[in-house]
């Protein structure tokens, strides 16, 4: 699920908890819109976190090692 998918999930879950009226038996809409909202949050997260970590560039490297004669006195 991409970010449109996310924030779609996230948006159909606040119109079902908050806009809609409906009286369906065994079915609590307003907590199924909840719950689409969290999982929604969860999934936007999760994608956030992947994204970050693919974008993230390589440490650069070490600094070259400098031959170095060793002197015993």
Request: with cysteine; aromatic share 6%; net charge positive.
């Amino acid at each position: 699920m991409g970010i449109g998918g996310c924030i779609g999930l996230i948006g159909l879950g606040a119109i079902l908890t908050f806009a809609v009226d409906l009286h369906v038996k065994g079915v609590n809409v307003a907590l199924a819109g909840l719950i689409m909202i969290a999982v929604g949050i969860i999934g936007l997260a999760v994608y956030v976190s992947i994204f970050k970590r693919r974008r993230m560039q390589p440490p650069s490297p070490a600094a070259p090692v400098v031959d170095v004669e060793e002197h015993r006195y």
